[in-house]
Every structure is written in structure tokens, then in C-alpha cells.
């Protein structure tokens, strides 16, 4: 996906087996002279395409496998299918849509037909004493806004399918989310503000007694960049 130019283009296996690649550009969504920008870009197992608009406009544009237009919903504002920066968007098994609603502090899930199911918030307060690494630390009703803010969001393969979602700007975390919101893990990082990358990791896993317990993991195959395109999901926890 070509976010500065509002394209996308797929190539390799599609999900029925064969190769395929798809090349369309958002202007055939909204029109030419429209301010489009796509965030993020995601498929349904019928190949169906769906990308998020969320610098330009505050909506979520559908596309069949060939790139042809379908539909677009949404607009701005907070109710359910209004959004804010909508800013990722991933598909499950069963094509249920999870997207970012960034700046609304939410992720929304919808069908492949724009109905909205539900929403969920990750609502997880940083470790006492974080910086921001750039700019002040938020406090009051802003760090409420920025707390679990999904930036950017990416789903396992498999039967037994979770999100993992990466925070906007403070404190920066991954959260590891179930598919009915729930958050088994979370990925403390703090990042250096030159090199912008994970140093000093934690995981932390809610226990049923509210208590948390962390330990030290290492990233036995993990590729992750700053949009979270590709998590492998092999991560091994070593207690400390």
C-alpha cells in the first residue's frame, strides 16, 4: 500500500489458492479531486479488499477482488461507525472487520456489509513513572486518549486467532488482544528516541486475582516495523 499516492497492490497466493495481484487507487472510490489517504489495507477470504481513509476522510472503502468499487461507510465523529483517524483494519476467519478507530481510542468490528457488531477499548495504564521518549508526557484526559490507541493492528493465521495491536504514541506498547477484546499480554517497550527501536522489553499477563505478572521474552522470529505489518507469532517467555 501506497499511503502518500491512496494505492494498494497485492501480489502472491490469494486465499483460494492462485496468484493473483490487484492494483487500484482510492481516487476511484471518492473521485479524483478527493483528499484520500489510505492508512491501512486488509482482504476477506473472498478477496474482497478494504482499506481504511483516514487522513482524508473518516471512513472505510470496499472493493471486490478485481479492484472495482463496492461501497464506503462511515464519517466522523464518536457514535458506533463514526470514526475518528481511522488508522487499521484487519479480517478474521469468519470476515468480521477490526478497525482502528485511532483517535476514538477503539477498535470497531463490522461484517463485510459495514453492520456494525461491536467495539472494544484496551484501557491498560502505562508502568507508573514513563516518559514519552518525544514531547511531554501526556497527563489528565489526554493520557486517557493515547492509552491503548490503536495505531496500527495485525491478526494470527489459524483456528485460534488473536490481534496484536500497537499503541499510538505513548508509551509505544503491543498489546496482545482476543478477538472479544480481552488482553492476555502486553509488550512493555521502551524506545530510543534516535533509533526508534524496542529496548528493554516486558511482558505482562493479567492473573485472575488482578495481580499482574511479568517477566523477560525473547523474540525467537519476529519481524516487527513501525506499522506492525508482520508479527511471527512464536514468542517464548522465560520467567524471571
Known amino acids: 500500500m501506497n499511503a502518500r499516492n491512496a494505492t494498494a497492490r497485492r ?3 490469494s486465499f483460494a489458492g492462485a496468484f493473483s495481484s490487484v492494483f487500484f487507487t482510492a481516487s476511484s472510490v471518492f473521485g479524483p ?3 484520500t489517504v489510505a492508512t491501512f489495507v486488509s482482504w476477506d477470504s473472498s478477496g474482497n479488499i478494504y482499506f481504511t481513509d483516514g487522513y482524508g476522510n473518516s471512513r472505510v472503502a470496499k472493493y471486490d477482488k478485481n479492484g472495482d468499487w463496492v461501497k464506503s461507510w462511515g464519517e466522523y465523529g464518536t457514535a458506533p461507525g463514526q470514526f475518528r483517524l481511522p488508522h487499521a483494519i ?3 476467519r469468519n470476515d468480521n472487520l477490526y478497525v482502528g478507530d485511532r483517535m476514538n481510542h477503539r477498535v470497531q468490528v463490522f461484517d463485510t456489509d459495514a453492520k456494525f457488531l461491536r467495539m472494544f477499548t484496551i484501557d491498560i495504564p502505562p508502568v507508573p513513572g514513563t516518559k514519552a521518549v518525544n514531547g511531554n508526557t501526556p497527563t489528565g484526559d489526554r493520557l486517557t ?6 495505531n496500527s493492528i495485525c491478526i494470527t493465521p489459524g483456528p485460534n486467532q488473536v490481534l496484536f495491536i500497537g499503541e499510538s504514541t505513548f508509551p509505544g506498547r503491543i498489546f496482545k488482544v482476543a478477538l472479544d477484546g480481552k488482553v492476555p499480554g502486553v509488550i512493555w517497550a521502551l524506545r530510543t528516541p534516535v533509533e526508534g527501536v524496542l529496548r528493554r522489553p516486558r511482558v505482562s499477563v493479567p492473573l485472575r486475582n488482578g495481580r499482574v505478572r511479568s517477566g523477560n521474552f525473547q523474540l525467537a522470529r519476529a519481524e516487527i516495523d513501525h506499522s506492525l505489518d508482520r508479527v511471527h507469532n512464536d514468542i ?5
Do not use: K, N, W
Open 11 to 13: 501480489c502472491g497466493a
Open 33 to 35: 479531486t478527493a483528499a
Open 90 to 92: 484487519v479480517a478474521d
Open 145 to 150: 486518549e493515547v492509552i491503548g490507541a490503536p
Open 236 to 240: 517464548r517467555i522465560r520467567d524471571s
